[in-house]
């Protein structure tokens, strides 16, 4: 068994056990006694996969903590992210007392003052520019109950339209892909554990055994049982370690790949015709709009041989005889400025052959986050804020007009880009767009243009360190809630410690900011379960329908949704029978090709991607902070070999990339596992190691995803004109600028 005890620090003596009040009854799944010590069984703070643990508690404080071997998700395999994310709970910076910005300075200040603060600016902004002018930007990691009180708060209280959240730039594209084919975007249609039995798996641009690690059993198993595993992605990852097959695509040719091998089944007749036809519409126009897709045509964009794009189509085309293919992608193919039409084009493919297209969400929350409000077209249970039924519904539960009701604000990277211009005011909340937006220098440039600028947070991240006020919240041991983990199971999150200092629960901040806004009878709740019984009754009637569950129900194992009534046991397969739309049927499309917003040319002849690693979550606000950082404090370019001989580079050492947008500097990684012609950086560093200075924030028509994953860079020759050291720190300080978060930088060892 893996335990890792917590550190003691400054503070704890704050700390008490929860309160009776908010507290379940007893169950052996919520809590109990282990060896004299009380237990209390949660959900990991970071990815979708949502492991179960018991943290131990003494005297009131939270000690230890294990995998739960029943967890419902993983049945007990967890990664090191999780196991050590009870040491941060007790970190020494964590933020214990509310903070203003006086005379440049971020100072302590009571709840009162800093509450007001807010509440007095955003009106006086309001009033100044009018509603939208004041906008809201949440998190995919915020839990079911959290996500419906910031859209409440930003559609009623400010009454502005402009809300969204970091989620629009990891699930957005693959979202708007599912709702348009299969009518539901639920994320993974069965629960994880059916992966061992499926036919053929294709891992396309998703990492799994680094970024989601305990899933990979499940594609061992239907590996060990004969079934192809194909991973398509630019690096030879670990997940590529235990393929059948890996196809190194070139970043931005996810497209033109997936035509291909569509090409490939159809020229060769090796289509499941008795599937398209009881089970899609739209078949034949995709037929005929591959017909000029050829292995021959696509090589030059996707960056593989023809034979290769053959052999992959073949092999796909012949386990699926045997068994279910299922695609499921990543963000690889979807953070591309064509990432609906690459997620159409996957889910033709996979439907072609019989199989099912679905993503691996990444963050703890990304599938409810995405359906219960914070999203810019949204309101809760994934209705459409331009549809006057589904605004009526809402509007009636939230005991307002209709007509109070705003309309459709800017999407994630809109708003962003209209700070200072039409937006002068921002409550950020569960994000940290300074580290994890693109472009990210021009954002910082923006956000000091702010009148008003409040984060929420548990560390000075940094965009908390920009703010005018920052109101201390909690962690996820220190609230109840719920989360919806990837495979749109609905977990409960106990709470088993109390915010450290003056920090308060998350939902009380919102609730009193609510309330001082003046809608002090839309946010009077007695406590978290009550706030979640008014959330799953909005939902009901509505696509992601929560409105059968409970607490209670919730527990041991979680309840999949569509889950609409007291006795309805939940979906863990919604598409079993019949997709979403009214037909039944997945709506197919022709899906016509582009290439990516910024290629490499003469300037910048490189390609860079970015990602996820092993050692960190999403912009490292957390994991920066604990011991993973000692492993990886500093961002590592992977670069290939020969790529690196032609520039001089070594292993170890420091390289500046740059890209139109700004540059960065990254400790040098030689790796042959990567393609020759792409850098990949992991996007979760800060400062001058923040890859998303030089990222593009071209944007997907119909998502209003971001190109994370591809844009043209080159090796910074500091010889040339042009360029002095100074640049690189100019573009990260300002008058709002913290000290960056220190760490120490480990020696980079020879490969
Ligand atoms: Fe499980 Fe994800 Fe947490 Fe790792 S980070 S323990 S995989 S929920």
């Known amino acids: 068994m893996t335990e890792i005890s917590s550190r003691n620090v400054k503070g704890n003596s704050l700390r008490s056990p929860p309160s009776p009040g908010a507290e379940a009854p007893p169950s052996p799944a919520g809590r109990g006694e282990k060896a004299g010590r009380l237990e209390v069984r949660t959900t990991c703070p970071y990815c979708a996969v949502q492991c179960s643990f018991d943290v131990a508690l003494q005297s009131g404080a939270a000690v230890a903590m294990r995998p739960t071997k029943d967890c419902p998700v993983a049945g007990g395999s967890v990664c090191k992210k999780g196991l050590g994310a009870l040491e941060l709970v007790n970190h020494a910076e964590r933020l214990l007392t509310p903070l203003v910005r006086v005379n440049g300075k971020l100072e302590a200040a009571s709840w009162d003052v800093a509450l007001e603060r807010v509440v007095g600016g955003a009106q006086a902004i309001q009033d100044k520019y009018g509603r939208d002018a004041y906008g809201v930007f949440g998190g995919g990691s915020l839990t079911d109950e959290l996500v419906y009180l910031l859209a409440k708060f930003a559609r009623v209280a400010l009454k502005t339209a402009n809300i969204d959240y970091n989620g629009r730039f990891c699930m957005s594209s693959a979202a708007a892909g599912m709702r348009a084919v299969y009518g539901m975007d639920r994320g993974l249609p069965f629960p994880l554990e059916d992966l061992g039995t499926k036919g053929c798996i294709v891992l396309w641009g998703a990492n799994l055994a680094e970024t989601l690690p305990p899933v990979s059993q499940f594609v061992l198993r239907a590996r060990k049982a004969g079934a192809p595993v194909i991973v398509v992605d630019p690096r030879d990852t670990r997940t590529a370690g235990f393929a059948t097959q890996h196809l190194p695509v070139r970043p931005g040719g996810d497209l033109a790949l997936a035509l291909a091998l569509l090409h490939v089944v159809v020229s060769e007749s090796l289509e499941h015709r008795a599937f398209l036809e009881a089970r899609t519409t739209g078949w034949d126009a995709v037929e005929k709009s591959v017909a000029s897709c050829t292995p021959e045509w696509a090589a030059p964009h996707c960056g593989l041989e023809p034979q290769v794009i053959r052999d992959a189509a073949r092999a796909m085309a012949r ?90 604000g800017k999407s994630a990277q809109e708003l962003l880009e209209a700070l200072g211009d039409s937006v002068k005011g921002l409550l950020v909340f569960g994000s940290n767009p300074v580290v994890s937006a693109p472009d990210a220098g021009a954002l910082e440039t923006r956000m000091d243009k702010l009148e008003q600028l409040v984060v929420i947070d548990f560390f000075l991240s940094e965009t908390a360190a920009r703010a005018d006020v920052v109101l201390p919240g909690s962690m996820w041991l220190e609230s109840e809630g719920t989360m919806t983990n990837l495979e749109g199971r609905v977990l409960r999150r106990r709470r088993a410690a109390t915010p450290p200092g003056d920090a308060r629960e998350d939902w009380e901040i919102l609730c009193d900011l609510g309330s001082r806004i003046g809608r002090p009878e839309q946010f009077d709740y007695a406590n978290l379960e009550a706030v979640f019984d008014d959330f799953a009754a909005c939902t009901r009637g509505a696509q992601a329908d929560y409105s059968g569950m409970n607490y209670g129900k919730l527990e041991p194992r979680g309840v999949f949704w569509p889950c609409p009534s007291a006795d309805h046991p939940g979906t863990p397969k919604p598409f079993e029978h019949g997709f979403a739309h009214a037909d039944r049927r997945a709506h197919l499309e022709p899906i016509a090709f582009d290439t990516a917003a910024e290629l490499p040319d003469a300037s910048f002849p490189l390609h860079l991607t970015t990602g996820r690693s092993a050692d960190h979550y999403q912009s490292g606000t957390q994991t920066r902070r604990g011991v993973a950082n000692t492993k990886t404090p500093r961002a590592v370019a992977e670069v290939h070999p020969d790529t690196a001989a032609r520039h001089h580079l070594e292993h170890g050492s420091t390289v500046t990339l740059e890209t139109r947008r700004g540059r960065g500097e990254f400790l040098v990684a030689l790796s042959p596992k990567i393609r020759a012609d792409t850098v990949f950086v992991p996007f979760h560093h800060a400062g001058v190691e923040a890859v998303n200075r030089l990222t593009n924030a071209a944007l997907d028509p119909t998502s209003r995803m971001p190109e994370f994953k591809v844009c043209a860079v080159r090796v910074h020759d500091p010889s040339s004109a042009g360029f002095s050291s100074t640049d690189l720190s100019s573009t990260s300080l300002s008058s709002r600028t913290p000290p960056a978060i220190t760490s120490s930088q480990s020696k980079w060892g020879k490969p």
């Open 319 to 408: 386990a699926s005889q045997a068994g279910e293919l299922v695609i499921l992608s990543g963000r690889g193919p979807e953070q591309q400025s064509t990432g609906v039409r690459t997620v159409k084009a996957l889910i033709n493919l996979a439907l072609a052959l019989g199989g099912v297209y679905a993503p691996l969400t990444g963050q703890g929350n990304g599938q409810g986050g995405r359906e219960h409000g914070q999203k810019a077209d949204q309101l809760p249970g994934y209705r459409n804020i331009e549809n006057p039924v589904h605004r009526a519904q809402v509007a009636a539960h939230w005991g307002v007009l209709e007509t109070e009701l705003p309309g459709k």
